[in-house]
């Protein structure tokens, strides 16, 4: 199991990184629907933090995010899917005992925990970002713009300092 795989698999919905009852299904490599049985069996076990039912909404706008969709009858979710957040999914691991789902749940783990570092990362560099247009007095759209304003002004400052005087010489 790749880790791409499940990269591509974490959508950000509610303002949470999650995964699809589908997915996981995949991933876990039992039927989506054993995995809702399983689910509303343990109820308890997942709190709205944990794990919640997509809307109809939040539903149509992921799909149309997916570029293709498998066709034929049985080929589409009949009930809305559930998404699970990284606890929900360390929980359901714990419902679902299988080594397959044991092995699933860590690659899973290590993939959450990518994003997030990523996440950070991302947050350092939008905060370096803003010292830059603050320093420079001038607003970036991206990292790119930031390095194409410096190697200009670089270059500038370069051809100023090799230009030959002109007029008058003694």
Known sequence: MELTTIKNSIHEIRGKNTMLDMDLAKLYEVETKALKQAVRRNSNRFPEDFMFQLTKEEWNALRSQFVTLEGGKGNHPKY???AFTEQGVAMLSAIL???RAIQASIQIMRAFV???Q???N???LSEKLTALEQQYGQKFKDIEQVLNYLIQK???SVQQATRKEIGFKK
């Open 80 to 82: 809305l899917p559930f």
């Open 97 to 99: 005992s299988s080594q």
């Open 114 to 116: 990518l994003m997030r």
């Open 118 to 120: 990523w996440a950070l």
């Open 122 to 124: 991302h947050q350092e």
């Open 154 to 156: 670089d270059q500038k």
